[in-house]
């Protein structure tokens, strides 16, 4: 079963304008990390964020989380054609290892020129 | 490049018949995973294996399902007697072995059942 729900599914924005896309979770977790996937085929790692870690960012990525709320949110700021892509969150449980990241549906965000 | 690698990239099967499904993880990722995505979306985790440990297979869907890991490298994922639905894109990842560390992806395979 899927345990991050992200929020919207699609978004289209564009260029220059900020992007958010929101992921929310159901169990505890150790960390939540956000990748992008484009045309369909491998994900690329954007960023980690640990359980007790508030905000992180990279580059033009802002990643906030909430774990009252059990919610995260990737900013993308002043988006560019080529951040379109899907995005995904996923997130790792409390258990010693590598534990099987599970992921969401991913947002399809779409940057217009 | 060092990234982690998957043949072969596309796949076109007849209904019934046998796939195998290769994954060359980073050289020295010890923690190795099977994922599939079917067309838009997320990923279904399949299978995973932690260095000599037994492979954590909950994710499999069923018995025609099953991954071997060679040597601690090499992975395979075989379909036997595969159906349309089990078309998807299957994709690989790997880990250190340390902590909750991120995956890194392969390309993935792109299989069609016909």
């Known amino acids: 079963s899927q345990q991050g729900e992200e929020d919207p599914q699609a978004l289209s924005i564009q260029e220059g304008e900020n992007a958010t896309m929101n992921c929310s979770y159901k169990t505890s977790i150790n960390n939540l990390q956000w990748y992008r996937q484009n045309s369909g085929r491998g994900l690329v790692h954007l960023i980690l964020i640990r359980s007790n870690e508030r905000e992180k960012h990279s580059g033009r990525l802002r990643v906030t989380l909430d774990t009252s709320k059990k919610s995260s949110s990737l900013l993308i700021t002043a988006s560019r054609a080529a951040d379109t892509a899907s995005y995904f969150c996923a997130t790792a449980g409390y258990t010693s290892g590598n534990t099987p990241l599970v992921f969401g549906k991913g947002t399809r965000l779409s940057v217009i020129a | 490049g060092a990234g982690v690698s998957q043949s072969p990239s596309n796949k076109v099967t007849e209904k019934g018949k046998d796939v195998e499904l290769r994954c060359d993880p980073i050289s020295g990722h010890t923690a190795l995973y099977w994922y599939r995505q079917s067309l838009g979306q997320g990923l279904e985790f399949l299978i995973y294996?932690?260095?000599?440990?037994?492979?954590?297979k909950s994710g499999l869907p069923s018995d025609r399902f099953s991954a071997e890991r060679t040597g601690g490298s090499v992975s395979t994922l075989t379909i036997q007697r595969t159906q349309q639905e089990d078309s998807a894109v299957y994709l690989c990842?790997?880990?250190?072995?340390?902590?909750?560390?991120?995956?890194?992806f392969g390309p993935g395979t792109r299989l069609t059942v016909l």
């Open positions: 990842a790997s880990s250190l072995s340390s902590g909750q560390s991120n995956r890194f």
């Open positions: 294996f932690q260095g000599n440990s037994a492979p954590d």
